[in-house]
């Protein structure tokens, strides 16, 4: 981890961020519906460009999912280099590994084409690229001077919204900890909503990256740095997913579903990279950077403890969020309401997979795990701050006993 980031912490790195992200931010051109992505690929010629790295991950590549991407910008007579060295959770030195691709190959161009993983890293390459820095360079606050090589995104999960947002998260090698790279520079040129190449998401990947944009849509909601744009965009991404990610979880070949789910975490994601995150986020990469746990699977299972805990600074928000989901009518007490949204998120977890609880947090880690979650919660725009012994409680709340 860089010294500046150690000494600076959490706190220091989202007060700029809360300026950064006040400002109107860029948004990708976006190609949306059934083989959008062979659109993308297509526009991607206009460009001139001449040789592409694909940042993407073994299994894609395996699934074929790859050759449809390599394929359609070969007919337009664009090359590509593959690059599919990217793992869940990426760290620096398999992100530095990408760059290092790059510069050997010459690409021109970088086409993220994965999960959050893939376009995290690739948001990164390109940057590092274009200003000839290294990947542990970015890490920070608008570190770079020019902008990425051109940057393109296919999503295959929905997600992690990273798509649109201004951020891409890197781990350390060594201890896990998440380092974020925070420009506007990464937001992506283009990207391309495709419910295809997201059919064989298998279901219990499906159900946790589906409850990290639910996650996104809700925590930038009660957020305090929400505003009316977030908001709206807030509560699409609430209601797409509550009413579609049971589906694209049972029947994957469902592509309407699988479309809405797209489509909810990139509202989500436009939520969140003005609004931020909340607590929820920062327990669950504790739970990451200790045991592995998937980000979004962190995430889902953190989701209703940490919302029964906020209910009372929140429940305005939840009950906003209830009302405009149909899961109940403005006539009903606000608290009700709140309960009434907190109760469908047990019940779509219980539909989808997502345990209560997990075996995997060790008696011996809670003091870090609470350390470190409240370290980097304070910093976020939360609906209220959490004490030490709450933190603690919701921490052993999620042990299975
Ligand atoms: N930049 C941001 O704004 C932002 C926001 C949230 C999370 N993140 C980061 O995103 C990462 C998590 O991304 P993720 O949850 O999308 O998962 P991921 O990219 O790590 O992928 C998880 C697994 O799903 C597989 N997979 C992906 N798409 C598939 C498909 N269509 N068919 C079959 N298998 C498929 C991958 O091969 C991989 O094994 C974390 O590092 C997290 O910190 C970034
Ligand atoms: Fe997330």
Not at 134 to 152: E, H, Q, R, Y
Not at 309 to 318: H, S, T, V, W
Not at 365 to 376: M, N, S, Y
């Amino acid at each position: 981890m860089p010294a500046f980031y150690k000494v600076l912490g959490y706190k220091f790195v989202l007060a700029v961020t809360r300026r950064a992200v006040s400002k109107p931010q860029p948004r990708p051109v976006v190609y949306v519906g059934n083989d959008s992505s062979r659109q993308l690929c297509r526009s991607i010629a206009h460009f001139g460009l001449k040789n592409i790295l694909v940042v993407t991950d073994k299994p894609l590549v395996a699934l074929g999912l790859v050759d449809i991407a390599v394929q359609a910008l070969a007919e337009h007579g664009v090359a590509t280099h593959i690059y599919d060295g990217i793992l869940p959770d990426p760290t620096l030195s398999v992100v530095e590994a990408g760059l290092a691709a790059l510069k050997q190959q010459h690409c021109d161009g970088v086409l993220a084409f994965g999960g959050g993983s893939s376009m995290d890293s690739a948001k990164v390459i390109a940057l590092a690229a274009a200003n000839d820095m290294s990947i542990v360079d970015c890490i920070g606050f608008n570190k770079a001077k020019k902008p990425t090589l051109p940057l393109f995104v296919i999503p295959t999960t929905a997600g992690t919204g990273s798509e649109v947002t201004l951020a891409a998260i890197l781990s350390d090698d060594e201890t896990h900890a998440k380092m974020p790279v925070v420009d506007f520079k990464l937001i992506p040129s283009a990207a391309a909503l495709d419910p295809v190449i997201m059919k064989g998401l298998p279901p219990h990947i499906t159900a946790a990256t589906g409850m990290d944009a639910l996650t996104h849509a809700i925590e930038s909601y009660i957020g305090q740095w929400s505003t009316e744009e977030t908001s709206q965009y807030g509560r699409a991404a609430t209601k797409l997913i509550f009413d579609n990610l049971q589906t694209a979880y049972e029947n994957g070949d469902d592509l309407a579903a699988r479309e809405a789910m797209a489509l909810g975490s990139y509202y989500a994601g436009l939520a969140f990279t003005q609004a931020m995150v909340g607590y929820v986020h920062a327990v669950s990469h504790q739970l990451g950077a200790h045991y592995n746990v998937p980000h979004g699977l962190g995430n889902a299972m953190v989701l209703p403890h940490m919302l029964e805990l906020l209910k009372g600074a929140a429940a305005g928000k939840l009950a906003e969020l209830a009302v405009y989901s149909g899961i109940g009518t403005e006539s009903e007490p606000e608290s009700a309401l709140a309960q009434k949204l907190i109760d469908r998120v047990w019940e779509l977890n219980a539909a989808i997979g997502i345990p209560k609880t997990t075996d995997v947090i060790q008696e011996q880690d809670i003091d870090a795990i609470v350390e470190a979650a409240l370290k980097e919660g304070n910093g976020y725009p939360v609906p209220r701050f959490i004490e030490k012994s709450e933190c603690e409680a919701l921490v052993r709340g999620l042990r299975s006993v």
